[in-house]
Nanobody
Framework: QVQLVESGGGLVQAGGSLRLSCAAS????MGWFRQAPGKEREFVAA????????RYADSVKGRFTISRDNAKNTVFLQMNSLKPEDTAIYYC???????????????WGQGTQVTVSS
């Protein structure tokens, strides 16, 4: 059983930064998704095992950076220049491909709340 545990969420003012972490052992493709109230879960970013390949949603390009430390079995999401519309529950996921669809990911964390105030 794969367990994913997110941390690092919180309340931040617009323009601020947060760094999310996800503890995940040995999974090849890792992704971050988010879900705002009343909205569908949406793709944020994904990274391959070697970190050679990454993908980002257009809405976060240039502001968010996904990275991983395989020695520590941890994936990170550095979020800068946060906007109120970034407010959501953020989920870490482990998948089979470097995909953008939630159906391409088999294991999910419990989520961590990110709230950006204006």
């Amino acid at each position: 059983q794969v367990q994913l545990v997110e941390s690092g969420g919180g309340l931040v003012q617009a323009g601020g930064s947060l760094r999310l972490s996800c503890a995940a052992s040995g999974r090849t493709f890792m992704g971050w998704f988010r879900q705002a109230p009343g909205k569908e879960r949406e793709f944020v970013a994904a990274i391959s095992l070697s970190s050679a390949f990454t993908r980002y949603a257009d809405s976060v390009k240039g502001r968010f950076t996904i990275s991983r430390d395989n020695a520590k079995n941890t994936v990170f999401l550095q979020m800068n220049s946060l906007k109120p519309e970034d407010t959501a529950i953020y989920y870490c996921a482990a998948g089979r491909v470097l995909g953008t669809g939630w159906g391409q990911y088999d294991y999910w964390g419990q989520g961590t709340q990110v709230t950006v105030s204006s």
